[in-house]
């Protein structure tokens, strides 16, 4: 069996081509993967794009429906698309 040198060189291009290809398998399992119905207050944030004291807002205001479990806030993305598409300022054109 004939003898190979591995090049710390080597092993960085194998490292770089494997962690390219971990990213990518990740990316295809989000995109297949159904999304979570239950949201926590930061992924809320993140869905509206709001800050934390709009989204205390309309918990406060009962705009948006809220769970309390155990402490921890929840909210159910259906219900939260639902009220977004309820309150569209424009309706959508059919073409």
Do not use: C
Not at 9 to 15: A, P, S, T, V
Not at 68 to 85: F, M, T, V
């Amino acid at each position: 069996m004939p003898t190979s040198i591995v090049t710390t060189e080597d092993l960085e291009k194998f490292q770089q081509e494997l962690l390219g290809e971990i990213g990518r398998l990740l990316d295809e399992r989000k995109k297949l993967a159904k999304p979570k119905n239950w949201l926590r207050s930061t992924e809320v944030m993140d869905h509206l794009k709001i800050s934390h004291a709009t989204l205390q807002n309309l918990r406060n205001n009962r705009t948006i429906p809220s769970y309390k479990i155990e402490g921890l806030i929840y909210y159910d993305r259906e219900e939260i698309d639902a009220i977004i598409a309820e309150n569209r300022l424009f309706p959508i054109i059919q073409q």
